[in-house]
């Protein structure tokens, strides 16, 4: 009984000292975003006289000024741009998902000639920068008279991601080939197997794909600034660095302004975490 409690608490310590060494890690990596927070409820003077000597009571802003947030939503149509954010995500999410699972069931169950060239050929274009390709991307959207419009965002997701199609092809190499045999003994079509089948067991591959998605279209930059020329049509992301250009001294509002751009990521993140974990780690069985 007291080898038992001894190894109970060795364990328990072992846990009390690593979960205190990886807090310890992390708080200079939280301390930017818990400075960016703060200064979203600071006025400017209270900005500039915390710069002159750094103290508790300098860091931590009081009384809170929650007038920046509603001061940055009227300086620019942030409301406008969060609207379009979310339905590029939501158009990026479903298309990259949908399509990039059809190739990867494809790669992984079916059999065809130069099945694993095509496949390792598509992995290969992970390594490809985005600007050996943009310029290309450009001329071609330029030409089908894209540009200006929403397309060249949203096209290019329903057309598979290399980098999803690698990890749900991984996940579906895991999952046993007795399930797609019992189907086609029921009759089942390949579609209906992959359909009825295969997708329900892939829930945390898809969830992280679509995370995956979800994380890159709403902090994507440089595709609203190469294609979007009219202010109505801007993202959070694009919007922001307007707000920066066009009020970079409104710290205070600046900061609240980046404040709503990061919170709803953080906040997903803590909602699917087990989710990604799960997916990532179910990724990687067989290659």
């Given at each position: 009984?007291?080898?038992?409690?001894?190894?109970?608490g060795f364990?328990?310590?072992?846990?009390?000292?690593?979960?205190?060494?990886?807090?310890?890690?992390?708080?200079?990596?939280?301390?930017?975003?818990?400075?960016?927070?703060?200064?979203?409820?600071?006025?400017?003077?209270?900005?500039?006289?915390?710069?002159?000597?750094?103290?508790?009571?300098?860091?931590?802003?009081?009384?809170?000024?929650?007038?920046?947030?509603?001061?940055?939503?009227?300086?620019?149509?942030?409301?406008?741009?969060?609207?379009?954010?979310?339905?590029?995500?939501?158009?990026?999410?479903?298309?990259?998902?949908?399509?990039?699972?059809?190739?990867?069931?494809?790669?992984?169950?079916?059999?065809?000639?130069?099945?694993?060239?095509?496949?390792?050929?598509?992995?290969?274009?992970?390594?490809?920068?985005?600007?050996?390709?943009?310029?290309?991307?450009?001329?071609?959207?330029?030409?089908?008279?894209?540009?200006?419009?929403?397309?060249p965002l949203?096209?290019?997701?329903?057309?598979?991601?290399?980098?999803?199609?690698?990890?749900?092809?991984?996940?579906?190499?895991?999952?046993?080939?007795?399930?797609?045999?019992?189907?086609?003994?029921?009759?089942?079509?390949?579609?209906?197997?992959?359909?009825?089948?295969?997708?329900?067991?892939?829930?945390?591959?898809?969830?992280?794909?679509?995370?995956?998605?979800?994380?890159?279209?709403?902090?994507?930059?440089?595709?609203?600034?190469?294609?979007?020329?009219?202010?109505?049509?801007?993202?959070?992301?694009?919007?922001?660095?307007?707000?920066?250009?066009?009020?970079?001294?409104?710290?205070?509002?600046?900061?609240?302004?980046?404040?709503?751009?990061?919170?709803?990521?953080?906040?997903?993140?803590?909602?699917?975490?087990?989710?990604?974990?799960?997916?990532?780690?179910?990724?990687?069985?067989?290659?």
């Amino acid at each position: 009984m007291s080898t038992k409690l001894g190894i109970f608490g060795f364990k328990r310590s072992h846990q009390v000292l690593a979960h205190t060494v990886i807090i310890l890690i992390s708080i200079p990596f939280m301390l930017p975003l818990i400075w960016m927070v703060c200064t979203a409820f600071k006025s400017n003077a209270q900005i500039f006289t915390g710069a002159q000597g750094l103290s508790l009571s300098s860091f931590f802003p009081w009384p809170l000024r929650w007038q920046n947030f509603t001061d940055a939503m009227k300086l620019v149509p942030f409301a406008t741009y969060l609207r379009n954010t979310m339905m590029l995500c939501a158009l990026n999410v479903a298309g990259a998902v949908a399509s990039s699972a059809v190739v990867a069931y494809g790669f992984a169950r079916m059999e065809f000639r130069f099945r694993e060239t095509l496949f390792w050929a598509m992995v290969a274009t992970i390594a490809l920068p985005s600007q050996v390709t943009m310029i290309p991307v450009f001329a071609l959207f330029r030409a089908l008279h894209w540009t200006g419009t929403y397309l060249p965002l949203v096209v290019p997701a329903f057309f598979a991601s290399p980098f999803y199609v690698f990890l749900l092809r991984q996940f579906f190499m895991t999952i046993p080939e007795d399930i797609s045999e019992a189907g086609c003994i029921d009759g089942a079509s390949e579609w209906r197997i992959f359909w009825q089948l295969y997708l329900p067991l892939a829930g945390p591959a898809l969830a992280t794909c679509a995370l995956f998605q979800f994380l890159f279209t709403w902090n994507d930059f440089f595709g609203p600034l190469l294609y979007l020329d009219d202010p109505s049509q801007y993202t959070v992301a694009y919007g922001l660095q307007q707000f920066v250009s066009n009020y970079g001294s409104y710290w205070g509002q600046l900061m609240a302004a980046a404040t709503i751009f990061t919170v709803p990521i953080i906040v997903l993140f803590f909602f699917t975490q087990k989710t990604f974990i799960e997916g990532i780690s179910t990724t990687g069985g067989k290659g």
